[in-house]
Antibody, heavy 124, light 110 residues
Framework: QVQLVESGGGVVQPGGSLRLSCIASGFTFSSCGMHWVRQVPGKGLEWVAFIWNDGNNKYYADSVKGRFTISRDNSKNTLYLQMNSLRAEDTAVYYC?????????????????WGQGTLVTVSS | QSVLTQPPSVSAAPGQKVTISCSGSSSNIGNNYVSWYQQLPGTAPKVLIYANDKRPSGIPDRFSGSKSGTSATLGITGLQTGDEADYYCGTWDSSLSAVVFGGGTKLTVL
């Protein structure tokens, strides 16, 4: 069965960096685009970034553009989110999610499997 | 402020029907496919509806989706206490080149 397991969350000071990982199993990782979505506890979902299956194209929310970098290693079935220049408002649970190919690329947001999330806290 | 607009909360009695609206624009809902997600307390979101009106396997037909113009609607019939959750609509925004979500709707089954 499909599994997505995030790791790398923790407490970091403002201005610091953190790298999140998401290990995928149960599907052909190299064939699927992947998303990062975050959620401030008690608040709504905020999309963060998306990467194509081959890693050649990436998209970012304006709130993280220039600070966060999404990447992947298809040989390791692993998705990454490098987060730099962290701010208090980046505090959230970060989910990785798999794009389902039933919707044409860039015409919807069918995220068919989600990880359990990893909490990032930015605080001094 | 979310790009897609949902009511903050809805409520209904067990066994009744409820609808949740999601309003957007031509750059998102108007020209792209809408998905709906259910998030039970303390868990990750789960897709209920994709491509406007399709249900993934395992999702009961009590859940339905529709789209008209720049708005979408999630319908839930035969409400159960286990349906109490937050519900989110989502789609791609072609102008922003980004996934956009609604602010979420909290469903209370009275």
């Amino acid at each position: 069965q499909v599994q997505l397991v995030e790791s790398g969350g923790g407490v970091v000071q403002p201005g610091g960096s953190l790298r999140l990982s998401c290990i995928a199993s149960g599907f052909t990782f190299s064939s699927c685009g992947m998303h990062w979505v975050r959620q401030v506890p008690g608040k709504g979902l905020e999309w963060v970034a998306f990467i194509w299956n081959d890693g050649n194209n990436k998209y970012y929310a304006d709130s993280v553009k220039g600070r966060f970098t999404i990447s992947r290693d298809n040989s390791k079935n692993t998705l990454y989110l490098q987060m730099n220049s962290l701010r208090a408002e980046d505090t959230a649970v970060y989910y990785c999610a798999k794009r389902d190919k039933s919707i044409p690329l860039l015409q919807g947001a069918h995220l068919d499997y989600w990880g359990q999330g990893t909490l990032v806290t930015v605080s001094s | 402020q979310s790009v897609l607009t949902q009511p903050p909360s809805v409520s209904a009695a067990p066994g009744q029907k409820v609808t949740i609206s999601c309003s957007g624009s031509s750059s998102n809902i108007g020209n792209n496919y809408v998905s709906w997600y259910q998030q039970l307390p303390g868990t990750a979101p789960k897709v209920l509806i994709y491509a406007n009106d399709k249900r993934p396997s395992g999702i009961p037909d009590r859940f339905s989706g529709s789209k008209s113009g720049t708005s979408a609607t999630l319908g839930i019939t035969g409400l159960q206490t286990g349906d109490e959750a937050d519900y989110y609509c989502g789609t791609w925004d072609s102008s922003l080149s980004a996934v956009v979500f609604g602010g979420g709707t909290k469903l209370t089954v009275l």
